[in-house]
Every structure is written in structure tokens, then in C-alpha cells.
């Protein structure tokens, strides 16, 4: 049963991600590529923690804790860029 549900969340993020990056491509302005950037890496962050499940290593987490971090300041940083400059 765990399985199957593992088996069901990884092929919903791997979804999710693709679905994002499609809008990342084609996105029409600036701020719909931004937002769908983050959505990947949201995604991405998720994968790991699943993958740090299954495999059982618990140092993946870490990784997905300082991609977090990395993205939410990168995120923010294009933000403020967009929103009035540097």
C-alpha cells in the first residue's frame, strides 16, 4: 500500500513538473516564466524528499533543505529586480 501510494506521488510531482516547465517555455511574460520557476523547483524539492524516503538516506533532506533556501533567495532576488531594480 505504501508503495503505491510512493508510486503515485512521484508520477504527480514528475507531472507537476512538467506541466510547469511546459508553462516555463511558453510562458507570455516575465513574471508566468518566474512563477512556474519556482513551481519547478517546489516540485523538484519534493521529488527529493521522496526519493530520500525510498532510498532511505536521509542527507538527500539536507540537499532539499539548501535548494529551498537557494530558490526562495533567487526567487526573491528577480522579484524585486522585476518589481522596481537592483
Do not use: C, H, W
Request: proline share 1%; no cysteine.
Amino acid at each position: 500500500m505504501v508503495n503505491l501510494i510512493l508510486n503515485s506521488a512521484l508520477i504527480l510531482v514528475a507531472l507537476s513538473m512538467l506541466l510547469a516547465f511546459i508553462r516555463f517555455l511558453i510562458g507570455p511574460d516575465t513574471v508566468n516564466r518566474l512563477v512556474s520557476f519556482d513551481v519547478v523547483t517546489i516540485s523538484s524539492i519534493a521529488l527529493i524528499g521522496l526519493i530520500s524516503y525510498t532510498s532511505g538516506r536521509i542527507i538527500y533532506l539536507d540537499i532539499a533543505l539548501v535548494y529551498g533556501l537557494l530558490s526562495f533567495l533567487g526567487i526573491i532576488i528577480v522579484a524585486k529586480y522585476l518589481e522596481k531594480g537592483l
